[in-house]
């Protein structure tokens, strides 16, 4: 089994983070699991690890339809953290909108970090293969 030190879900649905936190259980070792609503909650956390030189989680899931801050402008405002280590961001998103995916494109061309894009729902063998930092 893999061992990630963290991982954090950024989603407002509740069901959906239940879901990927067992998925996550039961497929990698992991030191700690967040969660958060909303990507305001999630960026003043992630500003105040970078700020506090405390451990940026490995690999988040981010959704992009969420009420007060969207992944996309979660996404814009975390990359803009002088984060020098190699993050894996997983898009998660039920989305079939193709300016979502441009989005995403987008983004994944201006970063150095690993962002993927996924379609809801997640399952067992894509948080295996989400999972492998290598």
Known sequence: MT?????????????????LR????SSVECNTIES???????????????????????????DIN?????GW???KAFLE????EKIRINI?????DPRDYKQWEFFKNKSHHLITFNQKPIN????TEITQLA
């Open 36 to 62: 958060y609503s909303n990507g305001k909650i999630a960026l003043d956390a992630m500003t105040a690890f970078f700020n506090n030189n405390q451990q940026i989680p490995q690999i988040i899931f981010l």
């Open 81 to 84: 953290l002088p984060i020098t």
């Open 73 to 75: 402008e979660f996404l």
């Open 66 to 70: 969420m009420p007060i801050m969207d």
């Open 92 to 96: 998660v998103t039920s989305s079939i």
């Open 22 to 25: 067992k998925l996550i259980t």
């Open 124 to 127: 067992r063998n894509k948080i």
């Open 3 to 19: 061992k990630i030190s963290d991982i954090t879900i950024i989603d407002d649905d509740t069901i959906t983070v239940f879901g």
